[in-house]
């Protein structure tokens, strides 16, 4: 595995990719890769007290070429600073001739950790595929800072956010509790994993005047009633909030159970 502790400084991660990709040959074997960050293997980032920033710009016209993919092995990437923004990702993917272009993609092995209340901050763009991607197995968690995951864009069929692991807490890690606020901001979002803590919970369209369907209400940001009543959103949240101030219209079909402290 790889190991990268700064004992206390920030740390700042920055790529950007070639415009087309070549092939090479690394402990994961064969790589058609073009990413703005791409890890391999056991990886531990630790900026100890220190700020913890990634940033990630893809371009290539073949092979995957994603903003920032985050590791298939056992990997953390944590901050124990307080401040709120100890820990920000941001990947962007803009070239759709890519056989791969996800803005940020954590996969299901991944753990982003701030670890003493700090904030966390993701923000992805695909112009082929999902913006923001927290899949089965990976975990986002703050013990109190704002954790917030923007999917500023993505492909036709994919989602802007799509959260499938943990954000907030989880249960053996980051001690377990969790007092953040999350805010979940994007057009069209995928949850099935889970969301928890006992801080407010927010979720909004990134574009102004995108509409909001509840239930089997018909918008855009299309929230099921599954998503809520304690399948997805757990009970413990402050409050709950669907929307903004500059969203569009919200229609709510059929019966949607709202469950909070």
Request: charged share 5%.
């Amino acid at each position: 595995g790889v190991t990268l502790s700064s004992n206390g400084g920030s740390i700042s991660i920055r790529g950007k990719s070639a415009t087309s990709v070549t092939a090479y040959t690394s402990s994961a074997g064969s790589i058609s890769n073009a990413n703005g960050i791409r890890a391999h293997g056991t990886v531990t980032v630790d900026a100890g007290s220190g700020k913890l920033s990634m940033w990630g710009y893809a371009q290539s016209s073949s092979g995957s070429s994603n903003g920032v993919e985050l590791s298939t092995s056992a990997s953390t990437y944590q901050s124990s600073s307080s401040a709120a923004d100890a820990i920000t990702m941001q990947g962007t993917a803009a070239n759709s001739a890519a056989s791969d272009a996800w803005g940020v993609y954590l996969w299901g092995a991944s753990n982003v950790l701030a670890t003493n209340g700090g904030g966390i901050s993701i923000t992805g763009s695909g112009i082929k595929h999902s913006g923001v991607v927290i899949p089965s197995g990976s975990s986002v968690l703050s013990t109190g800072g704002p954790i917030t995951l923007t999917g500023s864009g993505y492909g036709s069929g994919y989602n802007a956010v799509d959260v499938a692991g943990n954000v907030g807490l989880k249960a053996g890690l980051n001690t377990g509790a969790s007092t953040s606020d999350i805010t979940l901001v994007g057009d069209k979002m995928s949850l099935t994993g889970s969301l928890a803590s006992s801080g407010a919970l927010v979720i909004k369209p990134y574009a102004s005047a995108t509409t909001i369907g509840l239930g089997s209400g018909s918008g855009t940001l299309a929230l099921a009633a599954s998503v809520f009543g304690g399948a997805v959103v757990k009970d413990g949240f402050s409050s709950i909030t669907i929307g903004s101030s500059t969203a569009g219209n919200l229609t709510v079909g059929g019966s949607v159970a709202f469950t909070d402290n």
